[in-house]
C-alpha cells in the first residue's frame, strides 16, 4: 500500500511541472505542451534533461530472461549502450570501442585493434565478394584464396595482365611475384608469364634481381635447381659499339694471405653416373660463333708477378698436363707429353707425327746452294741473323747433304754471325748442288742453358717432391726476352680496350676500362657511362 502511495504521489507531482499530451495514438511529454510528432508513439523533448534508461552489470543484463528483440540496456560493467537483436546482445558502436568511417583518435595500439576476439576467421570484402582472408587457426594471410598455406599467400588466376603481388620503386623499375603478361627477352624470344619477374624497363639506380648472403650465413647467395633444362639462363642484347658486355660475370675477391688451393672465379663440374660411352662429358664449354669476324672459343689471362707459375691456361688428363702462355719460362706450350700433329689422309688412315724434341732451344733453317769450282757461300738471312745469338760460345751448328756425284767432300768455314763458306775437301773443284741445314742459339730465353727446370702439375703446388727438382733451376729472371709487342711498336693497349673490357697489357694490365681513362679492379654492377 506504501508503494502504491509513493507512485501516486510522483506521477501528480510530475503533473505539476510537465505537460504531458496524447492523443488516441501517441504520447509526448515536455515542458512546453507542444503536440507528439505524428510518427512518436512516445515523443519526449528536453533541453535540460534526458532520458536514463534501466542501468546494470553484464551479469545481470546476460540474466534477463527471454528478452524481447530491440530491447535496450545501460551495461555498467563495459560502460557502453546494448540492444538484443533477438539472438544475441549488441553493443552499441561508439567512438571509444569502434572504428569510425572517417578515423579514430586516442588509440592504444596494447588494447586497440581491428579483427575478432573469437575463434573465427577475418573476412574482407568488396562487393559483398571475399578478397582477404586472415585464417584463426595458422594466422596465414590470404588474397583471392580462402585457404592460404603461406603466411601471406596471393592468388592471381591465370589470366593476361594478372599479377598476384607487385612493388615498383617510382621511375625506376618494378618486382612481380606470379606475374601473367608477356616478358619480351629480346633476341631471345619472349616468355608469357614468370613467377618472379624483375623488370627495370626506365633509367634508374635500381639492378632488376640482387641476392646476398652474408656472414655468418652458410648457403649461397643463390640457388637455381632443374630437372628439366637449363638452371641458368642468361642473355644480353648488345646494340652498344663502345660497350663490350659479358652475359655472366663472376668475380672472386681473395683477402686471405695464407689460402691456398684452386681459387676460382668460375667453376663448372660435370658429374657423369651412367653407364657406357656414347659422348663427352664437358666440364666447361666455349662456343665462339663469330660469324666473319675473328674469334676464340676458350680465351684464359694472367696477370700477376708470381715467381712460380704464371700462364693463359693449364689443362691436364690423368698423368699429362700441360700450361699454355706460360710467362715464367717464356713458353707458349710446356707440358708432359709429346707435341704432335694430327694428319687424316684418304689411303693411310688418320696418322700422327711428332716434333723432334731438344735438351736446350734452337732455332733450325733450311736452304741450298751452288757450288762452284769447290767453293760456296751462303749469306744468312737478315732476319735470321737479328734473332739469334753468333759468337765464340755460340758458333753456327751446319750440317751439309752434297748433292754432287763426284766430290771429295765439304767443308764448312768462315763461320761468323752473317755466314760461312762451303769449300770441297783436297782443293777439289767441282760444281753443282749442296742442302744445308743451320742450327743457331735464339735470343729467346737465351742464358736459360740445357735441361731447365719444368714446372710440375697444378695440384702438387707446395708439395713439390724433392726428386722432381733439376739440377739446372736457375733464375730464369737473368734470360732474354723481347720486349712486348706494345712496346716494339710504340702503341697503348689500353686506348685499342674496348669500354667493359679488360686492359690485356700495359701499365693498366688485368683491370676493367670502364670508361676513357678509367679503369677499375672489378666489373662495375651498373653499365659504364658513355
Not at 681473395?254 to 657406357?276: D, E, I, M, P
Not at 767453293?375 to 751439309?400: F, G, Q, S
Request: some cysteine.
Amino acid at each position: 500500500m506504501k508503494t502504491r502511495l509513493h507512485a501516486i504521489a510522483g506521477l501528480i507531482g510530475v503533473s505539476f511541472l510537465i505537460n504531458t499530451t496524447s492523443s488516441a495514438q501517441n504520447v509526448a511529454i515536455n515542458s512546453t505542451g507542444a503536440a507528439p510528432n505524428a510518427s512518436a508513439m512516445l515523443d519526449i523533448s528536453s533541453v535540460t534533461m534526458g532520458v536514463l534508461i534501466p542501468r546494470m552489470t553484464t551479469a545481470q543484463r546476460s540474466a534477463i530472461a527471454a528478452p524481447a528483440t530491440g530491447l535496450q540496456v545501460y551495461d555498467t560493467t563495459t560502460g557502453s549502450f546494448w540492444y538484443f537483436n533477438g539472438t544475441i546482445w549488441v553493443q552499441f558502436a561508439s567512438g571509444a570501442t569502434d572504428w569510425a568511417l572517417l578515423g579514430n583518435t586516442g588509440t592504444n595500439p596494447a588494447i586497440h585493434f581491428v579483427g575478432t576476439t573469437d575463434a573465427v576467421d577475418l573476412v574482407f570484402r568488396t562487393g559483398n565478394t571475399e578478397r582477404m582472408r586472415m585464417v584463426n587457426s595458422t594466422g596465414n594471410l590470404g588474397i583471392n584464396t580462402t585457404t592460404p598455406t603461406a603466411r601471406l599467400q596471393a592468388v592471381a588466376t591465370a589470366a593476361v595482365g594478372n599479377t598476384a603481388i607487385s612493388g615498383t620503386i617510382a621511375a625506376q623499375g618494378s618486382g612481380h611475384l606470379a606475374y601473367y603478361n608477356t616478358i619480351a627477352l629480346g633476341a631471345f624470344g619472349s616468355l608469357p608469364s614468370a613467377l618472379v619477374f624483375a623488370d627495370e624497363a626506365a633509367a634508374g639506380n635500381s639492378p632488376a634481381l640482387v641476392s646476398r648472403s652474408m656472414n655468418p650465413a652458410s648457403y649461397s647467395a643463390a640457388i637455381s635447381f632443374s630437372n628439366v633444362w637449363i638452371a641458368g639462363y642468361y642473355g644480353v642484347d648488345n646494340p652498344s659499339n663502345a660497350l663490350n658486355p659479358s652475359s655472366l660475370y663472376g668475380q672472386l675477391n681473395v683477402t686471405n694471405n695464407t689460402l691456398g688451393g684452386f681459387q676460382s672465379a668460375v667453376r663448372g663440374y660435370n658429374n657423369r653416373t651412367a653407364t657406357g660411352n656414347p659422348g663427352y662429358t664437358i666440364g666447361l664449354l666455349g662456343t665462339a660463333n663469330a660469324g666473319t669476324q675473328d674469334g676464340m672459343g676458350v680465351m684464359g689471362e694472367y696477370f700477376g708477378t708470381a715467381a712460380g707459375v704464371r700462364t693463359g691456361g693449364y689443362f691436364s688428363a690423368g698423368a699429362n698436363y700441360s700450361y699454355v702462355a706460360e710467362n715464367v719460362t717464356n713458353r707458349k706450350i710446356v707440358g708432359a707429353g709429346t707435341v704432335s700433329e694430327i694428319i687424316s689422309t684418304p689411303d693411310h688412315g688418320r696418322i700422327t707425327l711428332t716434333c723432334p724434341e731438344s735438351p736446350e732451344y734452337w732455332y733450325i733453317d733450311y736452304g741450298t746452294v751452288q757450288l762452284v769450282n769447290g767453293r760456296a757461300h751462303v749469306e744468312l738471312d737478315p732476319i735470321l741473323m737479328d734473332v739469334i745469338v753468333v759468337d765464340p760460345a755460340n758458333p753456327l751448328k751446319v750440317i751439309t747433304q752434297v748433292n754432287i756425284v763426284e766430290c771429295n767432300g765439304v767443308a764448312v768455314i768462315n763461320k761468323t754471325a752473317t755466314g760461312f763458306d762451303i769449300v770441297e775437301l783436297r782443293g777439289g773443284t767441282s760444281s753443282g748442288e749442296i742442302d744445308y741445314q743451320i742450327v743457331a742459339k735464339p735470343k729467346t730465353n737465351y742464358g736459360e742453358g740445357r735441361f731447365p727446370q719444368a714446372p710440375g702439375p697444378a695440384f702438387v703446388k707446395g708439395n713439390e717432391p724433392a726428386q722432381a727438382k733439376a739440377a739446372n733451376s736457375g733464375n730464369r729472371t737473368t734470360m732474354y726476352r723481347w720486349p712486348a709487342d706494345w712496346e716494339v711498336y710504340n702503341y697503348d693497349p689500353a686506348a685499342l680496350t674496348k669500354i667493359g673490357d679488360i686492359v690485356p697489357a700495359g701499365p693498366h694490365a688485368g683491370k676493367y676500362k670502364i670508361a676513357e681513362g678509367v679503369y677499375s679492379d672489378h666489373m662495375p654492377i651498373e653499365a659504364p657511362k658513355r
